[in-house]
């Protein structure tokens, strides 16, 4: 399995060799013991003296990198050109660019698709502005919207750094569901800046994917946007996450035999994912989940200034009890982890209740390392793509969007995000079904059609979708 903090990746060392006084085993032996995998080796220039070569190496964290780069510089007839990291090159200049739909080839292109032909698109739009959703890039395009302060379980790095995670998302959405998303970071952390910049941008979009911001903060954001605009609008973090953990979990349990309902379940890190998946649980008929954040277990009877805590004490914990994650876990049939690295003990696993499921999902380094957990686990799960029972939102936005794009759903109803959440699970069938098979994996074709078709029919039943006949989402899904 790969190391935690690089994912695994390659990098190609750049270097020149005095053929006099270094052989290339020398380097590859060094390489070797400093914990890289040579993979590839191309000669890119040769003279009498020297030769430079790249080697592109595995490595599975970036110690590793250092070692050998260390190893390398102390090698006598090796100088060291430069090293590039795959992870890196791959972001260089973005991972995403628009490019439009049709050539224009001549004055007659022009004249239609810019004035004066545009024109009269504009003012038809301006007659009937629903005619937006089919003559503009409304009808696929979704804002991927975050503010930076909660990147994966990075926290508040800033719009800046949050881009590399949007631009991923942009990409999914396009690979997975055909689905165009563009990200937008903003440079502001204020509740009212944020809402007010999400409507004033709304009119190009025809749904609104709300990123990696953090709680509570984003809970107003959310509900005050799907109140006051007439597109959906999603949390992936709250939503995206519940839904995937619910579909995880309804297989899980069919694996140990217990009633879901009937499960304790402890959640870590009570933020916008925990609180969420916590209401999704409640809604599936689960009536002992405990939330523990920084400063312990959540229990009734005390005074949070977080709005969203004094809900969670009210709603959950229904024998009160109090401490640390590791008083609470005691018995505990799943954990759940929402909040950062290395909170769950290999001792608070041992104190679980028989066959523990174990969803340790803080990213990029969940709560618990599989290798550590995996003796005393029953099920284990992660975010991560490089483990097995990758429980990852990715699983859900694509489909979801997918969905309420085609069927011009104004919101996203609970109903719609349970019904998502049976879809996943479903694609998983009882034969293939076991420990390290709970959730399809994100590039099984058919979660997105699943996940779709649920979602449609989910908002028919709900009364949110406004496009009215089979044909017009026969047409949408073929285009
Ligand atoms: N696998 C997935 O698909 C997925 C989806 C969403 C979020 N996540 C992960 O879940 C985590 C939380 O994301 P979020 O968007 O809810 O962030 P958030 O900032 O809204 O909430 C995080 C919460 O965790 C708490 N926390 C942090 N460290 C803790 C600790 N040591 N002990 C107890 N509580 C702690 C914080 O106080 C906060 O309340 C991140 O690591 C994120 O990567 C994973
Ligand atoms: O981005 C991911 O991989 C999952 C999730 O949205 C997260 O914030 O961790
Ligand atoms: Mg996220």
Same mark, same amino acid.
């Given at each position: 399995m790969a190391g935690l903090n690089g994912g695994g990746t390659s990098v190609i060392v750049r270097l020149e060799m005095h053929k006099e006084q270094v052989t290339f085993g020398k380097i590859a032996t060094a390489i070797g013991d400093a914990g890289g995998d040579i993979v590839a080796i191309d000669v890119t220039r040769a003279s009498k003296t020297t030769t430079t070569r790249d080697i592109t190496v595995k490595v599975s964290d970036p110690q590793h990198t250092e070692s050998i780069i260390a190893a390398l510089k102390g090698i006598p007839g090796v100088r060291l050109i430069n090293v590039s990291d795959q992870t890196f090159l791959m972001h260089l200049g973005g991972k995403i660019e628009v490019s439009p739909?049709? @050539?224009?080839?001549?004055r007659d292109d022009l004249s239609r698709v810019y004035t004066p032909g545009v024109a009269r698109v504009c003012m038809a739009i301006h007659e009937d502005p629903s005619k937006a959703h089919s003559l503009t890039i409304k009808r696929n395009t979704v804002a991927v919207v975050s503010d930076g302060t909660a990147v994966l379980g990075l926290g508040n790095i800033g719009p800046e750094a949050a881009m590399p995670v949007m631009e991923g998302k942009a990409m999914l959405f396009k690979q997975m569901a055909g689905v165009d998303a563009f990200p937008i970071c903003l440079d502001t952390t204020d509740t009212e800046e944020i809402i007010r910049t999400v409507k004033a941008i709304a @009119?190009?979009?025809?749904g609104i994917n709300l990123e990696d911001i953090s709680s509570p903060r984003c809970f107003e954001i959310e509900e005050r946007l799907i109140e006051e605009l007439d597109i959906p609008v999603f949390h992936d973090d709250q939503h995206g996450t519940a839904v995937v953990i619910l579909a995880g979990l309804l297989n899980a349990v069919k694996l140990i035999g217990k009633p879901l309902e009937s499960c304790k379940v402890v959640i870590t890190g009570i933020g916008a994912a925990g609180i969420a998946c916590t209401k999704m649980l409640l809604a599936a008929g689960v009536t002992n989940v405990i939330g523990v954040d920084r400063q312990g277990a959540i229990v009734h009877g005390v005074t949070y200034s977080n709005p969203a805590w004094e809900w969670y004490a009210a709603n959950t914990n229904p024998h009160l009890q109090s401490g640390t994650l590791s008083d609470v876990i005691a018995g505990a049939d799943i954990f759940i982890g929402l909040s950062g690295p290395g909170v769950l003990k290999v001792e608070d696993v041992k104190r679980m209740a028989s066959d523990p499921i174990v969803f340790a999902m803080a990213n990029p380094t969940p709560e618990i390392t599989p290798e550590e957990a995996e003796p005393y686990v029953r099920v284990m799960a992660t975010g991560r793509s490089d483990y097995p029972n990758q429980i990852n939102n990715v699983l859900c936005f694509p489909g979801i969007f997918r969905g309420v794009l085609d069927c011009r759903a104004s919101r996203i109803t609970q109903e719609m995000k349970l019904a998502a959440a049976k879809a996943i699970a479903s694609v998983v069938n009882d034969d293939e079904l076991n420990e390290y098979y709970i959730i399809p994996s994100v590039?099984?074709?058919?979660v997105v059609e699943k996940v779709r078709e649920a979602v449609i029919e989910a908002a028919y039943e709900s009364g949110v979708a406004r496009r009215r006949s089979p044909r017009e989402l026969q047409d949408a899904h073929q285009e």
């Open positions: 739909k049709m @050539p224009i080839k001549n @009119p190009a979009f025809g590039f099984n074709h058919s």
